[in-house]
């Protein structure tokens, strides 16, 4: 075997980078582990504040040395296998910035019945359009509004630099579009300092682009009300000045003093003696000495200059022997700048009561938004002292800046122009005119964002900030002073609710899912194939080794559908040995010695390997391209299977054969057991002439579900329909036609559905009801009509956690929201997946086969397969059997047509190269032939992908039950018209191009 050494070497190489990789997932799990032991209480009930706090205090903390380098809690969550939601519980969040409300600021709020009606109408279109808000509103503006140009509403003082009563509608069109544009880039931004400042580990946030749309994930939250009010709330953008830390250095110098004394009192508590006095003193000396000589490695924020008087303050307080946890972790001369792993400690300093009673009434002590990173790596944070008005008031707040921009200072350097109205422009010149040589804190949230030093009045509103930022963060402050300028609140278009319980159950069912799946394979493989189903079975755990090791390096998410897609791998991955045992078999019944037949078996199977694979892939890399949420990890680890599965199974395989038959001919190594030695050989069955009966088989089938989904209809998840959908969990169980019933009355006979979800004491209630209001009111509004209507129908009290439950009582331990415009958005995309997908096959099949026969025939099957399990889904509704349509069935849609292809490919593969060996031969007797010589690899690749994905229909739970059922039925029927549609249809169409030809 040729280059076996660089397998050999990559494999290695790939091991060793999952093993690294790998190594943070356990560590962190073992962290984990320590905090839920942390907070769980004698009677077994978690407190997952507690256990949130316990990970806090490590977060920047040192939890794992390996060859030498030593990784931070928050480094090893940044490098481990991240969980998605489905697998832990928390929290998915979609939030749209509304451009009604942008376009509403812009023109100044003008209320014109032209204007608000455009408005108006564009909201109503949105719901079915797949077009931009912006273009929507400009079209129904001059339907309504044939004879008035734009420039009528939006020449507005705040927009004179821009526009004029004589723009023209194209520039404004641009301007309003590129304001929507930074509306979104500011709420990104405000919304990711919140989600980072809220506590939770492995935040995910991200702009889903041309959308208008971000997306959030929160793992492990357990306060759903809290999140979106933080993600709701309106940004809150001060000016406030700062106050010199010698203004304070009295305050600071008694809070020293109660902290040491404290301190001193805890150890001798803790020792017994007063010998803690000396000791504790040893080490703020220490301390004093470690602060003299970082002195010099500092540098000011922002052309701060150093103070002299400051200066003399601090080395009074250094010197003294009452340095405080407070204090003695400064970095800086020139301001209260800590190591970020000290903020946490002091965050709990400052809270006290008793601390912040020293400062005056009339502070606030706010952080810096983000730190400063020394040579050495060090991460710094300053704390502003800042003085506020009476109230509490700010100097100045955001609604008085009409723009901010990136812009370039004198020297060439980032800076920002920022402008205000005439009423701010007067405030602002008095504030800088008494604040000459001060600093004034640009503040949002409570945070501090830059803190410029004023050097002269500006009498006109207008400001160039200055300071050492990058682009980026330039563009950062730029937004960050225009969210107070146009008002554009989010709403939360799409949510769902992931209680841990929920999690917990699904993670079990994932790996019970992997582990008896992967269980049944190894031994039936072995059992089948002998040594070469042994090796086969190493090749495959690699793969599902490798898998997860490239999953963590690539810092994507497992979900319960990636477990799927992992399921499926371990089927689907066994396929390209099958091939090439199959191939090994053949050669040596032709009566090819044992390495003769080894090579001719690997270099016949290779081509249909790389078919099957690319195909396969092509439909991950569209799923993944067009589609949301947790059909993108499907696609994801579908995708990275496929790569790992070609690599271990072409290639590692083929080293181990290789070293297995060193000894030649002689080599004890085989390929089948005494069952299996002469199954499935030796088939000649007549496949082509039974090609009619199965077009009318298929044909009536297909005609039953058309008339079942157009009668009776499908079953339809929330993200095809629009809706809200709950998980209820009782204590016993609870019968749900009644419930049904009772909530119809509470509900206004909305559309809503009552059905058991995994087990006869939880249930899953849809409805419909305000399905087109998506505020957080509408959403309280229905959850509370299903409790109230839940607790009369059945006489059970709601509380609100799992754990409080009791023996009459029920929880909502999950939720989700979709809106009709985003489901609306899902339907489209899900749409496109799939016509995209069959494109994209006919495109390949044709270029590798040079035939539109085969192209055509294996579309035509493809067809046949979706219509085939849409129809089992109708009629499995009609017999009481009731599987949801929704976003994970779509991926299980194009995994059928991915498998499905794999298998057609494998027969044209083969049909290619009898074409070329029996030219005497007719079409019917080549096809026939083809596939009787391909059977035997059908049937075991058939049989290992049923038996897996059977184990995932029982084990996989709920959320996965019609996903595994499609995925049962299309693989089946998969293989079938592999066999009696594609084929036949390939031969049907090169016969009628045949008669052409002679007629």
């Known amino acids: 075997m040729k280059n076996k050494g660089f397998i050999v070497f990559m494999t290695a190489i790939v091991t060793l980078l999952c093993i690294y990789y790998l190594s943070f997932t356990f560590v962190s799990n073992g962290i984990k582990d320590d905090a839920t032991a942390y907070a769980t209480n004698a009677e077994g009930n978690i407190d997952y504040s507690k256990r949130q706090s316990f990970l806090d205090s490590v977060y920047n903390v040192p939890v794992y040395s390996l060859l030498g380098v030593e990784f931070t809690y928050k480094e090893v969550q940044d490098m481990e296998l991240n969980l998605g939601l489905d697998l832990q519980g928390g929290m998915h969040v979609t939030l749209e910035v509304s451009p009604v409300d942008i376009i509403k600021g812009l023109s100044g709020n003008n209320g014109d019945e032209a204007l608000i009606n455009a408005l ?7 719901k079915t359009s797949q077009g ?34 004589q723009t023209e509608d194209s520039e404004v069109l641009r301007i309003i579009r590129s304001e929507v544009d930074d509306a979104i880039d500011r709420s990104f931004e405000i919304l990711r300092t919140r989600i980072d400042r809220f506590g939770t580990s492995q935040p995910n946030i991200q702009k889903l682009e041309n959308t208008g749309r971000i997306q959030i994930e929160l793992p492990g939250v357990d306060n759903p009300e809290r999140v979106k009010k933080l993600l709701q709330g309106v940004a809150k953008l001060e000016f406030l000045q700062v106050i010199e830390i010698n203004e304070v250095s009295e305050a600071l110098s008694e809070a020293n003093e109660i902290l040491v004394a404290e301190q001193k009192a805890n150890q001798k508590n803790e020792l017994g003696s007063d010998d803690s006095t000396e000791t504790y003193q040893e080490e703020s000396g220490n301390l004093a000495d470690l602060l003299q000589d970082e002195e010099t490695d500092t540098t000011a924020t922002e052309g701060q200059e150093a103070d002299t008087t400051t200066n003399a303050n601090l ?7 009452n340095v405080s946890p407070l204090f003695s972790l400064i ?4 301001g209260l700048v800590y190591e970020i792993t000290d903020t946490s400690k002091i965050n709990d300093i400052i809270q006290r009561e008793d601390i912040q009673a020293l400062f005056p009434r009339n502070t606030r002590l706010l952080w810096d938004v983000k730190p400063r990173k020394l040579d050495d790596g060090t991460e710094l944070l300053e704390l502003y002292v800042v003085r506020t008005q009476r109230g509490n008031q700010a100097l ?23 402008s205000m109205d005439p009423t701010g422009a007067r405030k602002w010149a008095k504030i800088t005119r008494e604040n000459i040589n001060n600093r004034i804190a640009i503040v949002l949230d409570n945070y501090v964002y830059s803190a410029p030093r004023v050097n002269q009045e500006i ?10 930022f990058t682009m980026e963060e330039a563009k950062d402050l730029a937004n960050i002073l225009k969210a107070g300028s146009l008002p554009a609140p989010t709403r939360i278009v799409e949510e769902a609710i992931i209680g841990p319980t929920l999690g917990k159950e699904a993670r079990a069912q994932g790996i019970i899912s992997i582990v008896a799946g992967l269980g049944m394979v190894l031994i039936f493989m072995v059992a089948y194939y002998s040594k070469g189903g042994l090796i086969a079975n190493i090749a495959l755990v690699f793969n599902i080794f490798f898998i997860l090791g490239i999953l963590a390096q690539l810092n994507a998410a497992l979900t319960l559908p990636g477990i799927a897609g992992i399921v499926l791998t371990i089927g689907m991955s066994i396929d390209a040995n099958v091939l090439i045992f199959e191939r090994i078999r053949e050669e040596m019944r032709a009566g090819s010695p044992l390495l003769k037949a080894i090579s001719s078996g690997y270099s016949k199977a290779y081509s249909s390997i790389v078919d099957a694979n690319v195909t396969t892939f092509l439909t991950g890399a569209i799923l993944y391209w067009l589609g949301q949420g947790p059909v993108k990890g499907f696609a994801i680890t579908l995708m990275i299977g496929i790569a790992c599965s070609f690599f271990s199974a072409v290639f590692i395989t083929r080293v181990i054969v290789s070293w297995m038959s060193k000894k030649g001919d002689q080599s004890k190594i085989s390929f089948a057991t005494p069952f299996s030695k002469n199954l499935l ?18 044909g009536i089938v297909i005609t039953i579900g058309i008339i079942l989904m157009v009668t009776k209809g499908l079953t339809l998840g929330v993200d095809f329909t629009g809706g809200r959908s709950y998980i209820v969990r009782f204590a016993e169980q609870v019968e749900t036609t009644s419930l049904k019933v009772a909530l119809n009355g509470k509900l206004e006979d909305a559309g809503t559905e009552v059905k058991t979800y995994g087990a006869n004491n939880i249930l899953k209630v849809t409805t419909s009801y305000l399905v087109n209001e998506e505020s957080t009111e509408a959403d309280n509004t229905v959850k509370t009509k299903i409790v109230d209507g839940i607790a009369e129908a059945t006489g059970m009290s709601y509380v609100e956690t799992e754990s409080a439950m009791g023996d009459n009582d029920f929880t909502i331990s999950g939720s989700s929201k979709v809106g009709a415009t985003i489901a609306d958005d899902i339907r489209n995309s899900s749409q496109e997946s799939v016509i995209f997908a069959l494109i994209a096959i006919f495109i390949y099949i044709l270029i590798r086969f040079r035939r539109w026969q085969f192209g055509l025939g294996a579309v035509v099957a ?67 032939t083809a596939i009787n010589n391909t059977i035997s690899r059908t049937v075991m690749t058939s049989l290992t992908t049923l038996l897996v994905i059977l184990i995932l229909f029982i084990f996989g739970g709920e959320v996965l039950r019609g996903f595994s059922f499609a995925l049962l039925v299309g693989i089946l029927v998969g293989t079938y018209s592999s066999i009696f549609i594609a084929t036949p249809v390939v031969l049907d169409l090169a016969k009628r191009k045949k008669k052409a030809v002679e007629a």
Not at 120 to 125: F, G, L, Q, S, V
Not at 135 to 162: C, G, I, M, V, W
Not at 331 to 334: A, H, I, T, V
């Open 120 to 126: 108006e109408t564009a909201k109503e279109r949105q």
């Open 132 to 165: 931009s808000f912006v273009d929507l509103f400009y079209q129904a503006f001059k339907e309504q509004n044939p004879d008035k140009k734009l420039s009528e509403f939006f020449a507005t003082s705040a927009n004179r630099d821009r526009i004029s009563f």
């Open 315 to 321: 080395d009074s307080l250094e010197n003294s022997q």
């Open 331 to 334: 970095k800086s001369q020139y």
């Open 396 to 418: 100045l707040t955001g609604e008085v800046v009409n723009d901010a921009r990136q812009t370039f200072d004198q020297g060439g350097q980032p800076a920002v122009d920022m």
């Open 459 to 468: 009498p006109n509103g207008k400001s160039i900030i200055e300071g050492n």
């Open 681 to 698: 050989n030796d088939i000649n069955f007549n496949f082509m002439s039974k090609r009619k009966m199965a077009y009318i088989g298929s």
């Open 862 to 928: 493809l067809f046949h397969d979706t219509l085939f399990v849409l129809s089992a889904f109708a009629i499995a509704k009609l017999l009481g059997f009731s599987f949801e349509i929704d976003q994970v069935f779509i991926a299980a849609i194009l995994t059928v047509i991915g498998y499905s292809i794999n298998d057609t490919v494998v027969v044209f593969d083969r049909i290619r190269e009898t074409l070329g060996i029996k030219s005497k031969a007719t079409n019917e007797e080549t096809f026939n």
